[in-house]
């Protein structure tokens, strides 16, 4: 295990909010504010929604914990761990290949959240300078696709957020993160009530987008649909990955890893459907569809905020903070593959992030000419956009997840979980069955039906 630093050299973070404040940065991003309604528009509502639920609660929140376990049981970056507990517990080595698709996966990621962030920097920036007021919403939409049809303004943007997410995790992710999370997460959650103040008194359709989203139609219940809740609630979550091993690492011994699990799910859960619930009523008010597809948060938000009183400001701040909270998970998206090699090859970290940041730019650049130059350049039907988006929800974070639960469940000691979790016996078994069976069975549905 060439280039491991010692475990007893990593420091782990001193303030028990930390790792609370580090893993809700990590989950809460575009995934609740952008993705969440635009895939629940899609999939038809409340049946959808429901399925989510259940995936976040039987899948994720075990799943949670296993990971940030396994991270703090090392100390190490998710491929070290992974080496590390596979040679202690004397199993096949092949399970560090865990690591290596975390690393992956977080790339390949980041390669189109990023362009997505861009988009919310330009609103953000647009709704400032005013280039929206008074529009109405068939003008709002006509401006989401002049955005995407321009290479050079997408561009423009995910480049400015790469680079912010490249000096920001430079300075490591202790110093960079902890005081502008502390500041933003809150903000950003009184911006979401104000907004969701603004659904319910000034829309009219607040009813008309509640029932969308908890009126199950159980016909809707399709193996599609099946499928992207349960991607949703792992990318939501940020599992599958090892993004939450790497912040589990420094995770301080004394903090409760099932308390911290379930109130970073719960934050989630509550950012996905506040979301929601301030997007669908402003749908309908503003004669949108909720199958809308990607630009629905970007188009019906805007269409409302260029017809508001202090729209310009407000809508401004709005999408400057899903810009924030999409930098805190970008952070993690970059965090295992940045830990191994400054781990693995010694490089500096300011380095090693460039040259990462850089490819993920570069290959980036690939889902920005999905929506011009290259909107008809498709694999098994999709763009490459859409590509990377199915791959990771479909196959690679559920994929990560299962092989994680398994690892976690079956071949480690019980010993080696149950000290990092501190739970009781009962509770200590329940976990354990949701993550032997559960976790595994439930991946392999989604994998069967995707695959079928
Ligand atoms: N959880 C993030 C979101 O909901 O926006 C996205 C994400 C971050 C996925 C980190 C995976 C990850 F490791
Ligand atoms: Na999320």
Redesign the pocket.
Known sequence: MSGQNPAASRKTWNNRWTFMLAAAG???????IWKFPYIAGQYGGGAFVMVYLLCIALVGVPLLMAETAIGRSTRLSPLNAMRKLTSDAGVFRGWEVIGWMGMLT?FI?LTFYSVVAGWALSYAWDLLTGVFTGMNADQVGGEFEALTASAPRQILWHTLFMAITVFITARGVHKGLEKGLQVMMPTLFVLLFVMLGYSMLATGEFMRGFHFMFDVDFSKITGEAVVAAMGQAF????LG?C?LMAYGAYMPANNSIPRTALNVAFLDTLMAIISGLIVFPIVYAHGLEPSAGPGLLFVSLTSAFANMTGGAILGFMFFALVGIAALS?AI??IEPSLAWVTERFGINRVLATCMIGGAIWLVGLGSVFSFNIWADVKFFDKTIFDLAGYMTDVFLLPLGGALTAIFAGWMLKRSVMSNELAMSVGMFNVWRFAIRIIVPAAVALILYTALK
């Open positions: 990590s989950a809460i991003g575009l995934g609740n977080g990621i990318f939501t979550l940020s990955m993004a998970s993690s998206l």
